[in-house]
């Protein structure tokens, strides 16, 4: 049986393929003879074709305003998925219409993908990537919201509820004068804190909850709940929830700005630090079930990877301002 393109995932070595020929097509003086050898590239798997999707999904981030005839021609050549991506283009080029290219750029650079910034736009509280802010309610509850988090808030004479849209919170629950209970609403469920510090990190697939102290009563789509004392954690998506494991001390070290590595897969920490910077960020299969432990700075993405440089057997290689990938040295 023959998979459609769509159904194929690309690999690593096809999206650093991708990302050479996006560097050589988009380079001064790149000739035809490149731009055919390009297109023989792009026919030869499924999987070069889903690449090249992807780092053009990834670069209309970052240069929405670009109508070279490169970019077109390779907008056609991929086809519909790809045409996608150019309709949201045009979508941003309306708006540097409207607003300027000032607010255009910062489209680009600080919000992306659009649904996201909608988010944002819409919620009480939210941040950018590679941002983190420190919030005090009503109560004195703390929250900490961290990179690309969207939150609202709505205290009533019943009721305490956060409903987080998207991103990650670390809560600090205050004593209520009224005794109103305290509530999370996330894509595939609530949560109710039971005087307790925890974290809370919404995917697109499932949420996430941290307890380290107190405890916290998970109750998904479906009904179903779990009470989830200090020093655990668990996931649970609308209909299921999962045993309860030790809490990651890194959901909680964040607020710190850091990314705490205690003897994890680089693969799970390169996922965790490509959160805070923009751009993609990949790691080769060969090393990413290297054990890292250590400290690794939020706020400074790039000497951490300098750090993972400098104490792994692996390079950090930038093919485009915005395209960043790690490989065995």
């Known amino acids: 049986m023959t998979l459609r393109d769509d159904e194929v995932k690309a690999d690593f070595a096809s999206l650093e393929a991708a990302a050479q020929w996006y560097a050589t097509l988009y380079a001064e003086g790149s000739t035809g003879a490149e731009r055919r050898a390009w297109e023989q590239w792009l026919a030869q798997r499924p999987e070069h074709r ?87 309610l009503a109560d004195g509850t703390r929250v900490w919201l961290n990179t690309r988090s969207a ?61 380290f102290e ?12 779990q009470l989830v004392t200090a020093g655990q954690q668990r996931q649970f998506t609308a209909t299921a929830i999962t045993p309860g494991m030790p809490a990651e001390p890194m959901r909680e070290a964040w607020t710190r700005g850091v990314v705490l590595a205690d003897n994890i897969p680089l693969g799970v920490l390169v996922e965790e630090l490509g959160r805070y910077r923009q751009g993609h960020l990949g790691v080769a299969p060969e090393v990413a079930e290297l054990k890292v432990v250590g400290r690794f700075p939020i706020d400074d993405p790039d000497h951490a990877l300098a750090m993972l440089e400098r104490n792994l057997p692996v390079r950090v290689r930038h093919t485009l301002p915005w395209w960043t990938s790690i490989a065995p040295r």
């Not at 690449?51 to 209309?60: G, T, Y």
């Not at 305490?160 to 004068?177: P, Q, S, V």
Request: aromatic share 6%; hydrophobic share 45%.
């Open 50 to 136: 889903q690449a090249w999707r992807h780092i053009e999904a990834v670069s209309a981030r970052f240069v929405p305003l670009r109508g070279d005839a490169v970019r077109e021609a390779a907008a056609a050549a991929v086809g519909a998925a790809t045409r996608k991506d150019l309709e949201r283009r045009l979508v941003l080029r309306g708006l540097a219409a409207l607003a300027g290219v000032g607010l255009c750029a910062w489209l680009g650079w600080r919000h992306s993908p659009l649904p996201g910034l909608v988010t944002a736009w819409r919620s009480d509280f939210s941040t950018g990537i590679g941002e983190r802010r420190d919030l005090k």
């Open 151 to 211: 939150l609202d808030v709505a205290y009533d004479t019943r009721q305490r509820l956060l409903t987080l849209a998207m991103g990650e919170i670390l809560i600090d629950t205050a004593k209520d004068d009224l005794r109103r209970p305290f509530f999370v609403r996330t894509d595939f469920g609530s949560l109710q804190a039971l005087g307790t510090r925890f974290n809370v990190r919404q995917t697109s697939t499932h949420t996430l909850l941290a307890v």
């Open 214 to 225: 107190g405890s916290v009563r998970i109750r998904n789509a479906a009904g179903a709940a």
